[in-house]
């Protein structure tokens, strides 16, 4: 038989000797591999039950939803009429801010084009889910999520009305708008108690059409834990 030739002695020695096997290395690369792979996946299955709980209704040619968090959308009603305001019942269980995202239909477009604003007047039924009694309530109409109102962006709380509807709380006994250069709306004077609920009565319009906007809520707390006065049960009850 023919003896082997250099090259092949060399790929042979290569073959047995080079690159040897490390079982513990293998077995630990494979478990990194295993846990990484596990971790996307619950996070991508988080992801999707968020948006399987988010909730959206359509009401006033108006779709709303909670797809953002921090509160729960419960039912949406009404045409957005003064005679017939569009109706939010909401659930807000902690007191992170809460964004309600708006995103106008075609028969809002439509409403749009002719009357050459969309206007809606609201009404929110919150209800007080957290462990922290309210002093008042914040509202924000905002295009972006993460910035602030700005004066170009075509929101206010029925800003370009001579005369506007008259805003209302069944709790809070005084409210603030502020247009400039802010689009915000605060409700105070008054105190909701846990597991009860405030009504704030307002209106909203958007002079630019815009595809999708939000409205940011978040509630002041009652930094005491004392029950209010008789006196200010009476002022921040209304009815």
């Not at 929110?124 to 914040?138: A, E, H, T, Y």
Request: glycine content about 6%; aromatic content about 10%.
């Amino acid at each position: 038989m023919a003896s082997p030739s250099k090259h092949q002695v060399l790929l042979t020695c290569y073959g047995a000797f080079a690159w040897p096997r490390k079982p513990a290395l293998d077995h630990w690369a494979g478990t990194v591999s295993a846990l990484f792979i596990g971790v996307i996946l619950f996070v991508t299955a988080l992801g999707t039950d968020d948006q399987a709980m988010a909730e959206s209704f359509e009401a006033g040619g108006l779709l709303f939803s909670d797809e953002l968090g921090g509160f729960r959308l419960i039912s949406a009603s009404g045409d957005g009429t003064p005679s017939d305001p569009i109706i939010l019942v909401e659930e807000l269980l902690s007191l992170q801010p809460a964004v309600l995202t708006i995103r106008p239909s075609r028969i809002a477009k439509d409403r749009s084009l002719h009357q050459g604003v969309l206007r809606r007047s609201l009404v929110k039924v919150i209800m007080n889910q957290s462990s922290w009694r309210w002093s008042g309530f914040d509202l924000e109409l905002r295009d972006q999520t993460g910035q602030a109102s700005l004066y170009s962006d075509g929101l206010s709380f029925d800003q370009p009305s001579l005369v506007r509807e008259p805003l209302y709380s069944d709790r809070f006994a005084d409210n603030h708008i502020q247009d400039e250069p802010f689009d915000r709306l605060r409700f105070d004077q008054g105190f909701v108690a846990t597991q009860d609920s405030v009504r704030l009565s307002f209106s909203i319009v958007d002079v630019n059409s815009l595809p999708v906007f939000y409205l940011a809520q978040e509630p002041i707390i009652l930094m005491t834990r004392k029950d209010p006065s008789p006196n200010q049960r009476l002022a921040a009850r209304r009815d």
